[in-house]
């Protein structure tokens, strides 16, 4: 396995199935994962990944806690965390594995569009070395603790790339469009 795409939910019916769908439709050759770690959705969010390929944990969470679940069970060298509402561009997949030899000094990213403001949202691809070496996301911090996560490898000396390749785009309508992460 060399990707774990690691999806955290909460009430996310309105817009997983178009999540998954985009990964799903994906034209690559690559060995890739999906795994939601959903915080006991009481909407179908649970009956529409169970439609995909797809491993499912329920724990009650925060984002940063599902996100630590999901590196903890996944398979991936790999690690890409992406929101519910948002949407994989045709070639994300393939995008990512062009970047393998940056991966593997660090971490690799590029920025959406964020339709709330004129500034960006950052994505990241992982190596899933760096949370082996370095430990897992922070829970201390409700919000943010990727922000904190990275200026700690920063200042361990990671190297942090950018591509102009995109991976992801925000959903119409989804929590991104509104600032909003009920998580």
């Known amino acids: 396995m060399k990707l ?8 996310a ?8 769908l985009s990964i799903f439709s994906q034209d690559t050759h690559h060995l890739y994962e999906v795994i939601i ?13 169970n439609k995909f390929n797809v ?3 329920e724990k009650s969470t ?6 630590n679940e999901g590196i903890r069970q996944s398979h991936g ?3 890409y965390f992406i929101g519910a509402d948002d949407i994989l561009v045709p070639g994300a997949i393939n995008n990512m594995f062009e970047i393998e030899s940056l991966l593997i000094k660090g971490l690799v990213y590029h920025e959406l569009p964020f339709p709330v403001t004129s500034k960006y949202q950052q994505s990241y691809v992982y190596s899933k070395e760096l949370f082996n070496t370095y430990g897992l996301f922070g829970t201390e911090h409700p919000v943010y603790s990727d922000i ?12 942090e790339s950018f591509i102009k390749k995109p991976f992801a785009k925000v959903a119409p309508g989804g929590f991104s469009t509104k600032a909003l992460d009920l998580m």
């Open 37 to 49: 770690v959903d915080d006991f959705s009481t909407d179908n969010t649970i009956e529409i990944a």
């Open 4 to 11: 774990s795409i690691i999806v955290p939910t909460k009430n």
């Open 13 to 20: 019916e309105k817009f997983l199935e178009g999540l998954l």
């Open 148 to 159: 904190w996560y990275k200026k700690m490898l920063t200042a361990n000396h990671i190297v």
């Open 55 to 57: 491993r499912v944990i």
């Open 62 to 67: 925060t984002i940063y806690s599902a996100q």
């Open 77 to 79: 060298d790999y690690l």
